[in-house]
């Protein structure tokens, strides 16, 4: 677990805090739920061929398939989720959105998506985290969970993308809506483009 702990400690994150004040098995599962979407992350943003992405990404499908199917799975991270989160009943389908809108937006990556689309990426990068985390949490009920899941990952993803306009700009993604970009007097959907454009700050009325 002491390199589970230490990947969520490294990322500087203030959940590694707040995580500490749950009980034991709680605590367990969400740093093995933050190291896992932690590390799906850096699988995307770190240097690599778009291939070599993809097929680790599928590797992550198939280890899913290992945790679910109750055989050994291949990886240390792996391993923790079965061991410390399988308890908490979680749903396979929301591990697989994850991985899945992460491959997706390496091979096309989002450039001034729709709000639609927008909301389809917060989905799947941040709803489907949250979903997790309120079932270890110890929330049952699937209204509460979905209804929470939706509001709080998406308000925390969206907080993220206008944080990160310019280092995503670099990574070659724009994820503010069309619609915002157009209201603002920018046509142009190239992320590097936007960033620098004077309307971006100073947007019209």
Known sequence: MNSIKKIVRKSGSSFFWSMKLLPKAQRQAMYTLYAFCH???????????????????NTWREEMDNIYDKKVPATEIGRRIYKDCMRFKLPKQEFIKLINTVAANLISPLHGPSLRELYRYCDGVAVAPGNL?????????????????????????????????????????????????HKAGILSTDPKAVVTDTHLSSPRQ
């Open 133 to 181: 985390s309120m079932r270890v949490f110890g929330f049952e009920d699937e209204k509460v969970i979905r209804e929470l899941s939706q509001n709080l990952g998406s308000a925390l993803q969206l907080t993220t993308i206008l944080r990160d306009v310019k280092e995503d700009a670099d990574l070659d993604r724009l994820y503010i809506p069309r619609e915002f970009l």
């Open 39 to 57: 590390h799906i992350d850096d699988i995307a943003d770190e240097p690599g061929s778009l291939g070599e992405k993809l097929e680790l990404l």
